[in-house]
Nanobody, 123 residues
Framework: QVQLVESGGGLVQAGGSLRLSCAAS????????MGWYRQAPGKQRELVAV???????NYADSVKDRFTISRDNAKNTVYLQMNSLKPEDTAVYYC?????????????????WGQGTQVTVSS
């Protein structure tokens, strides 16, 4: 009933910037927290940044002062501005959202993931 579609990944040189977007669509009533996670080859998926509906943010120590998460509630979209990228930021980045959606006359709550977008930072 709900889909998350990411865009904006790609290949960039160290020190460069990328902006990721994730748009949610479907029978959405409201979206609580939205966030970005990443998974590098051979490693576990880790939290990068999260933002509440009201705009409170939290970042992994490794990306503080370099990445900025933001959201547009009217568009059900979350963004991740990534600056001063490093080779160790190379990973598949996944969008996550805690969504309240309409189904069968009720409002249900579920966690959704995007398909992932590859970010590669060359040295």
């Amino acid at each position: 009933q709900v889909q998350l579609v990411e865009s904006g990944g790609g290949l960039v040189q160290a020190g460069g910037s990328l902006r990721l977007s994730c748009a949610a669509s479907g029978s959405i009533f409201s979206i609580n927290a939205m966030g970005w996670y990443r998974q590098a080859p051979g490693k576990q998926r880790e939290l990068v940044a999260v933002i509440s509906r009201g705009g409170t943010t939290n970042y992994a120590d490794s990306v503080k002062d370099r990445f900025t998460i933001s959201r547009d509630n009217a568009k059900n979209t979350v963004y991740l501005q990534m600056n001063s990228l490093k080779p160790e930021d190379t990973a598949v980045y996944y969008c996550n959202a805690d969504v309240l959606y309409a189904y069968g006359g009720r409002i249900l709550d579920s966690d959704y993931w995007g398909q992932g977008t590859q970010v590669t930072v060359s040295s």
